[in-house]
């Protein structure tokens, strides 16, 4: 496995429904306004907001696809047990079969 796709930086903050999620080292994701879908998924609550965003940058980084093209995950479960979102993404994409990160 690559070395760049395995560092990521610890959950700093999980967040809640008005406070934003954010990685050390990284700015808090403060707006619900880059994606709609996820913007959507998460029905307004912004640390779950913030958690999806990077799982899907996540999983775009590694695989080239976004966490709304695999089967359907338990985000929210995934969320509030604040499993890290780079630990759910590569377990959800070795369930489809991706090996290669």
Do not use: K
């Amino acid at each position: 496995m690559s070395d760049s796709l395995t560092r990521e930086p610890p959950v700093l903050r999980w967040g809640s429904e008005h406070e934003p999620f954010q990685r050390e080292g990284q700015p808090a994701i403060t707006e619900m306004s880059a994606c709609s879908t996820t913007a959507e998924y998460a029905a307004g609550h912004l640390g779950f907001y913030g958690y999806l965003r990077v799982a899907n940058r996540i999983c775009i980084r590694i695989a080239g696809v976004g966490i709304f093209d695999l089967p359907d995950q338990c985000w929210w479960d995934s969320y509030e047990s604040q499993e890290p979102p780079g630990d759910v993404v590569r377990a959800a994409l070795e369930e489809e079969g991706f090996s290669d990160f």
